[in-house]
Nanobody
C-alpha cells in the first residue's frame, strides 16, 4: 500500500525556517524523480522543487535561493529545507513521485507574524 506522509510544517514568523520531511512506504523510491508541491487557499497546486533520479535538484523561481530539496534513498525520504520564509509561502505542502501516486495529507505551513 502506497503511503506518503508529509511532516514538519507549522506556524513560523517571516524570515524563519522550516524543514519538511516526506516519509514513503509501499513504493519504489529510487530511480524516480520526486518533487514538492504546494497549494495555497483558492489556488491550484504548484510545483515548488524537484529532484531527479540522479539526486540533482532544482526549485521554482519563486523560492530560488531560499528552498533546497534533498533526499535520503536509504530511508526512502524526501526533504525540503525552507529558509527566509515569506507570507506568500503559506500553503499546504505535498510530496509526490513522477509519475504521481496517491497524494498524502500534506503538511500546513503558515508564515505570519
Amino acid at each position: 500500500q502506497v503511503q506518503l506522509v508529509e511532516s514538519g510544517g507549522g506556524l513560523v514568523q517571516p524570515g524563519g525556517s522550516l524543514r519538511l520531511s516526506c516519509a514513503t512506504s509501499g513504493i519504489i523510491f529510487s530511480n524516480y524523480p520526486w518533487a514538492w508541491y504546494r497549494q495555497a487557499p483558492g489556488k491550484q497546486r504548484e510545483l515548488v522543487a524537484g529532484i531527479n533520479r540522479f539526486g540533482s535538484g532544482n526549485v521554482a523561481d519563486s523560492v530560488k535561493g531560499r528552498f533546497t530539496i534533498s533526499r535520503d534513498t536509504t530511508k526512502k525520504a524526501l526533504y525540503l529545507r525552507m529558509n527566509s520564509l515569506k507570507p506568500e509561502d503559506t500553503a499546504v505542502y505535498y510530496c509526490n513521485r513522477d509519475p504521481t501516486v496517491a497524494w498524502g495529507q500534506g503538511t500546513q505551513v503558515t508564515v505570519s507574524s
